[in-house]
T-cell receptor
Framework: GENVEQHPSTLSVQEGDSAVIKCTYS??????FPWYKQELGKRPQLIID?????GEKKDQRIAVTLNKTAKHFSLHITETQPEDSAVYFC????????????FGQGTTLQVKP | ETGVTQTPRHLVMGMTNKKSLKCEQH?????MYWYKQSAKKPLELMFV???????ENNSVPSRFSPECPNSSHLFLHLHTLQPEDSALYLC??????????????FGPGTRLTVL
């Protein structure tokens, strides 16, 4: 069935270090891969996304890479700051064409000052 | 403000009560979603609506009854809930087709407590 595996479940880094979160998806028809950030008590917010026709996308300190052959995609955050501390979710589209997203289990990132 | 609103923001109900959650999107989207978020399952899809027609029901118990009268409004009717149904209920919307298809925007959620 449709599945997205996300690792690690928790990640602690020192301020200024880089953080990498990895996801693997099962549906070869998936063509859109968003990343959401959810701060404590707030709604998930889209921070970056990538479509299947590109391998990498960057927006200031965050970047996403996609390897369609291996069905892997990753979120990279450089020069982390305490305000990056949150839960991050990856997702992939379902082949059902209903707009449905399959979400990973989430990664709790803690950036220590 | 993402353009997706939910009311109420907090709800406490007994197991015999009937209540409804409301979601409204002001983004011109044509797909809407209900998610349940709890410590055990971080983002669990419940229902999907496309052009106000239900297209997905993720094996949700019948004590949860969705309603989508139009593309802008989505309700979740609750009755005879269990304490394990306590969670954050998130609504989301997206556009099917077009350049920004599949981008889902979430509402702030309703924190539900079932006593």
């Amino acid at each position: 069935g449709e599945n997205v595996e996300q690792h690690p479940s928790t990640l602690s880094v020192q301020e200024g270090d880089s953080a990498v979160i990895k996801c693997t998806y099962s549906d070869s028809a998936s063509n859109y891969f968003p990343w959401y950030k959810q701060e404590l008590g707030k709604r998930p917010q889209l921070i970056i996304d990538i479509r299947s026709n590109v391998g990498e996308k960057k927006d200031q300190r965050i970047a996403v890479t996609l390897n369609k052959t291996a069905k892997h995609f990753s979120l990279h955050i450089t020069e982390t700051q305490p305000e990056d501390s949150a839960v991050y979710f990856c997702a992939a589209t379902s082949s059902s064409n209903t707009g449905k997203l399959i979400f990973g289990q989430g990664t709790t990132l803690q950036v220590k000052p | 403000e993402t353009g997706v609103t939910q009311t109420p923001r907090h709800l406490v109900m007994g197991m015999t009560n009937k209540k409804s959650l409301k979601c409204e999107q002001h983004l011109g989207h044509n797909a809407m979603y209900w998610y349940k978020q709890s410590a055990k399952k971080p983002l669990e899809l419940m229902f999907v609506y496309n052009f106000k027609e239900q297209t997905e029901n993720n094996s949700v118990p019948s004590r949860f009854s969705p309603e989508c009268p139009n593309s802008s409004h989505l309700f979740l009717h609750l009755h005879t809930l269990q304490p394990e149904d306590s969670a954050l209920y998130l609504c989301a919307s997206s556009r099917l087709g077009g350049a920004s298809y599949n981008e889902q925007f979430f509402g702030p959620g309703t924190r539900l407590t079932v006593l």
